[in-house]
């Protein structure tokens, strides 16, 4: 398990991606699907919502988000008119449940924060989704030292058109930065760039 004094302190930038690497995005989805069923159930009465909450927690961990809709629609009937609505939420939804940092997540931006080091957020996505998923984390007053980039503005990771503008911008070298994720992309993404890669499990016991 690594420490934030286990990283070289001349690195001034560190680059983050938001999901499933500051927070589990499991938590964000699963309020959307609470919120779609609850809307389902008002609107046809049928299913229940906890039967449709329940066959999307179900369906999502075993095959993913992927063609989720379509899944529900098959198992109860659900009118395709509704898969809009099943869109929209992941663009707007306004959670029951504040979104909470992985704790060592948590610990390793405050000591970052402490010792003064840029800290940027450059994550993949429909940046509509991702800023919504941004404004309900519950930042423990960190967000005011964050810069968040969304790399489908500029172009996507792996490319690194986005560490480039970062780079320029901030006036950074290369080996002055960090980026931190847990997938293949940002790995790829870090290297393509020539900076360093550290995997964010490595900051967790849990593998969280």
Known sequence: MLNYADIDKSKKGYIFELDDVLYPERDYLLQVYYLFANFIEFTETVPTSNELVSFLKSAYENHGSDGLFERASQ?????????????????TARLPL??????????????????RKQIFVVTN????VQLNKIRQVEWNGLEQYLVVYFADEIKPKPQTDVLEYILGKHQLLRKELVVLGRSD????????????????????????
């Open 125 to 128: 996505g429909d940046p509509e």
């Open 75 to 91: 198992m109860f009937g659900i009118d395709e008119k509704y898969k809009e609505n099943f869109t929209k939420l992941h663009h």
């Open 98 to 115: 504040k979104l909470v940092l992985y704790p060592h997540m948590l610990s390793l931006l405050q000591e970052m924060v402490i010792d």
């Open 185 to 208: 992309i940002d790995e790829e993404f870090a290297s393509a760039a020539g900076v360093d890669f550290v995997d964010s499990n490595d900051f967790s016991d849990q593998n969280s």
